[in-house]
C-alpha cells in the first residue's frame, strides 16, 4: 500500500504543476497575440487590452 500511496500523491502534484504550466501558457499566447495586435497598431502604452487584461489576471490568481 506504501507504493500506491507514492504514487497518488506523485500524481497529484504533477497534476497541480502541470495544471499551472498550462495555465501560464495560455496565458502566454494570449499576451503575445495581445502584445504583437497593439505593436502593429502602434499603440504600445495605452492599450486597454493589455491593462484589461494584467487587471483580471491578477485580481484571479
Known amino acids: 500500500m506504501k507504493l500506491f500511496n507514492d504514487v497518488i ?10 495544471g499551472y ?5 495560455k496565458m502566454m499566447v494570449f499576451y ?3 502584445f ?12 486597454p487590452i493589455f491593462y484589461g487584461s494584467q487587471k483580471r489576471d491578477l485580481s484571479s490568481s
Open 21 to 25: 504550466w498550462f495555465r501560464t501558457n
Open 36 to 47: 504583437t495586435s497593439v505593436i502593429k497598431k502602434g499603440e504600445f502604452v495605452n492599450s
Open 9 to 18: 500523491i506523485l500524481f497529484s502534484i504533477y497534476k497541480i504543476c502541470f
Open 32 to 34: 503575445s497575440i495581445a
